[in-house]
Antibody
Framework: QVPLVQSGAEVKKPGASVTVSCKASEYIFTKFYIHWVRQGPGLGLEWLGVSNPSGGGTTYAEKFLGRITMTRDTSTSTVYMELGSLRFDDTAVYYC???????????????WGQGTTVTVSS | DIQMTQSPSSLSASVGDRVTITCRASQNIYSYLNWYQQKPGTAPKLVMYIASSIQNGVPSTFSGSGSGTDFTLTISSLQPEDFATYYCQQTYTTPPTFGGGTKVEIK
């Protein structure tokens, strides 16, 4: 069983919203935080935020406050990341990733989804 | 936010070479420094956590060291499967931040 499975590629217009899903195993969903990280074309890694699927708490990067929302569906062990007011520079591969120890400070991200390509194009 | 600076940004090396990548944090992060390996078209893979703990399944040719603000990732004998881009990440404070990456290429 693949631990984290993400939804498929999306193409959106500027100003629209996109929702990316990340289906986790029940074990991961109930015990570990899930982070979201993105990577623009040819660029490095950028952290978007983290959610505690079992408890529902979230922390977002300040850069995205006001246009990012992370939610969860406990019935399907799925975490969602919605990014709104899309701009051209939101074009990136978006990854969900499991926290190693779900404690603070974290020991890093030890299991990653396959990535979801989001293209913002007019 | 804590800034993470990696050097070099790229390097060329041969199979069997010893390779060292450095990462510097803009403030003290104690040992909360992780390293990832990323190959083209794939997700990053955690290779080292809390500076010097090797992740399960990673060859013992990889080692990490450092604390405070200065860290290194060393590959003692470069193998063909090690050619990739490596990123450091601090997790001492929120937001966790990544270095800009070091691309290890074949000479």
């Amino acid at each position: 069983q693949v631990p984290l499975v993400q939804s498929g590629a999306e193409v959106k217009k500027p100003g629209a919203s996109v929702t990316v899903s990340c289906k986790a195993s029940e074990y991961i969903f109930t015990k570990f935080y899930i982070h979201w990280v993105r990577q623009g074309p040819g660029l490095g890694l950028e952290w978007l935020g983290v959610s505690n699927p079992s408890g529902g708490g979230t922390t977002y990067a300040e850069k995205f406050l006001g246009r990012i929302t992370m939610t969860r569906d406990t019935s399907t062990s799925t975490v969602y990341m919605e990014l709104g007011s899309l701009r051209f520079d939101d074009t990136a591969v978006y990854y969900c990733a499991k926290d190693f120890n779900s404690n603070f400070p974290s020991y890093g991200l030890d299991v990653w989804g396959q990535g979801t390509t989001v293209t913002v194009s007019s | 936010d804590i800034q993470m600076t990696q050097s070099p940004s790229s390097l060329s090396a041969s199979v069997g070479d010893r390779v060292t990548i450095t990462c510097r944090a803009s403030q003290n992060i104690y040992s909360y420094l992780n390293w990832y390996q990323q190959k083209p078209g794939t997700a990053p893979k955690l290779v080292m956590y809390i500076a010097s703990s090797i992740q399960n399944g990673v060859p013992s040719t990889f080692s990490g060291s450092g604390s405070g603000t200065d860290f290194t990732l060393t590959i003692s004998s470069l193998q063909p499967e090690d050619f990739a881009t490596y990123y450091c990440q601090q997790t001492y404070t929120t937001p966790p931040t990544f270095g800009g990456g070091t691309k290890v290429e074949i000479k």
